[in-house]
């Protein structure tokens, strides 16, 4: 069985506003690549993701962008370990004016170490979820501090 997830959450925003919080490289790392983010979101560009609690920048290579409603990318989620997994990021705008964001990711190997891999992915999309909740609800960083 090959490891595979998905995550999910409401942000009390417009689809716009969260959509653009994903893909501007300032908007991004004010709660997420808090290590810097080289370049805006494009299908076809390859931009790196800096994390300030690892060493090194996580290349990111952007495969679709469909404007405020999905994102599909491939990373190496940890560095130099040969596995690129795929990750498909969708914004649902909700009646009530929220944005329902889920967030899906596969790739590794059906082994021990690729599904512990897949779980440390999951704990930290669920916390991206969080933090850009935090941030554009109330701009608070929710990872300053967290992870040092």
């Known amino acids: 069985m090959e490891p595979k997830f998905t ?5 009390s925003k417009p689809v716009e506003e969260v959509f653009k919080a994903v893909v501007e490289p300032g908007q991004l790392t004010q709660y997420f690549a808090t290590g810097g983010a080289s370049g805006r979101l494009e299908a076809g560009v390859e931009v790196a993701w800096n994390f300030h609690e690892s060493t090194g920048a996580c290349p990111v ?5 469909v404007p405020n409603r999905k994102i599909v990318l491939q990373w190496e989620p940890e560095k130099d370990s040969a596995t690129w ?11 009530d004016g929220r944005t329902l964001v889920r967030i899906t990711e596969f790739g590794w190997p059906s082994t021990p170490d690729g ?33 040092k």
């Open 7 to 11: 995550v999910a959450g409401r942000i």
């Open 61 to 65: 290579l952007v495969q679709e962008v």
């Open 85 to 95: 997994t795929t990750v498909t990021m969708e914004f649902q705008p909700l009646d």
């Open 115 to 147: 599904l512990s891999s897949s779980f440390v992915n999951c704990e930290g999309w669920t916390g991206m979820i969080c933090a850009m909740k935090a941030w554009l609800e109330h701009g608070i960083n929710l990872r300053e501090g967290f992870y």
